[in-house]
């Protein structure tokens, strides 16, 4: 068996080991970098970036269906599935040939295989039956997660779909019975219903997209209702049988048993990290329920080993997958950094789009601050009006004796972007007046963002003052000019 030796490897290419690979290269290392599959990962080859490129493309159906009421007329948008799909497909090409391109700059040696540990300091590569031995002082576990199944669902790729055959886009169902209201149901089952299927979302919990905002989320349920989608909450998926050509869905909603017909069924219920199969245990490392166990710099109960991404746990983002997997790498290379942050964001590309960051009103009190709020309607925005996205609001939550802002929710255009202005205010420790003095250009969209931190101060100026500790009522004034 060939033997090569790296000063650190890395195991998984996805968002989080392809920039902890790079990060190493960068810092002098000698880098190996081993997948099995594509690079890239979940992220781009079936995760964020694919179902991004879907929600764009569904919203531009929406967009042409919609544009009719601004004058110009087309016809009904018919949708080629092939074409939308190659077309995806190309996105994704583009992206992971690019991380290759990266690797490759940075002179990260890329390995292509299944690892597996055979000690603390050596991994065995297997690829199609031949096996090579690396052997490294430090090594990155970052082999990510995947779907949660749920009993009577399983899932075969045909009636039962996971995110990843969904991303695939195989074909649009006539009807889609969509089980979980999280954000990956949420986002891809509205791709669905924008492509023209009948879908119905079976959430167990009393609200979708659970964690949100309730405030927020009720944005998404409008939207969802006025498109024709039905959304079943305290509704548990039993199981299903074929009947047919069709699929019947047993659920008990809200107690009672209820049947609905589909054509396809799309479990997205969650996801959970997979540390299997890498001969972990073996070498000691420990694993809990919740994922790979580390420290504050990524190290598991093994010093050689570190763990970042999915495979640690949720939350599972991409963007705090690359977060650790840079510190992982930065710890390895002797310096001293470790997590540290004060905001992490998250984006739902739901209609419309949800962005968070920070704390909530409740989590506020909790930690003991007594909170004011300061929200502000896009209805009342000039560009929002213009771009005819009206739907939503920036809140803002800071601390009422320190003004110190302590987190943000937007629902409404651009969410998930507008959310970043709002992640470095927290990470630079922004008062409610750092952001309200911020000359904002104008029009834009995150002018809602100083104007609800004006309001959280008590001094609006496109909008009345809201009653003291009213939450209601909150009345819009004329556009801005
Ligand atoms: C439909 C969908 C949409 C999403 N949208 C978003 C979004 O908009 N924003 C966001 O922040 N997050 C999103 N996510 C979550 C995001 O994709 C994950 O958080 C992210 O991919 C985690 O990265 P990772 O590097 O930890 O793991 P992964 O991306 O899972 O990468 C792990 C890699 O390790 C490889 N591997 C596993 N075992 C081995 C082994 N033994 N040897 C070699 N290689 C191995 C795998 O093949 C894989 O390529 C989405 C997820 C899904 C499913």
Redesign the pocket.
Known sequence: MATKTFDAVV????????PAAIRLAQLGKKVAL???????????????I???ALIAAANLVDEIKGAAERGIVSGEPKVDVAKLREFKNGVVKKLTSGVGLLEKGNGVEVVK????FVSATAID?EQNGERTRIEAQAFIV??????VEIPGFAFDGKDVWS??E??DLPEVPKRLVCIGGG??GM??GTVYAKLGAQVTFLEALPQILTGVDPEAVRFVQKNLRQRGVTVHVNAKAKGFEKKGGALAVKAEVDGKETTIECDKILV?VG?RP?PE??GLEKIGVKIAPKGIEVDAQYRTSVPSVFA?????GG????????KE?EIAAEVIAGMKSARDWVAMP????TDPEIGTVGLSEEEARALGHDPITGKFAFGALGRAIAIDHTDGFVKVIADRASKLILGVTVVGPEA?DLIAEATLALEMGAYLEDVALTIHAHPTLPEAFMEACKVALGEPIHMLKPPERKKKGEQAAPARA
């Not at 195991?11 to 392809?18: K, L, P, Q």
């Not at 997948?35 to 995760?47: F, I």
């Not at 970052?142 to 779907?147: C, E, I, N």
């Not at 998250?346 to 590309?349: K, P």
């Open positions: 195991i998984g290419a996805g968002v989080g080991g392809y081993v997948e099995k599959e594509t690079l890239g990962g979940v992220c781009l080859n079936w995760g964020c694919p179902s991004k295989g299944t690892a597996t590569v970052a082999t990510g997660g995947r779907p995110a990843k969904a991303v954000i990956i986002e891809l997205a996801f997979s199969g890498l970042i991404g999915d495979v640690t939350p599972f983002l991409a963007h705090k997958a690359s997997g998250g984006g739902i590309f998930a």
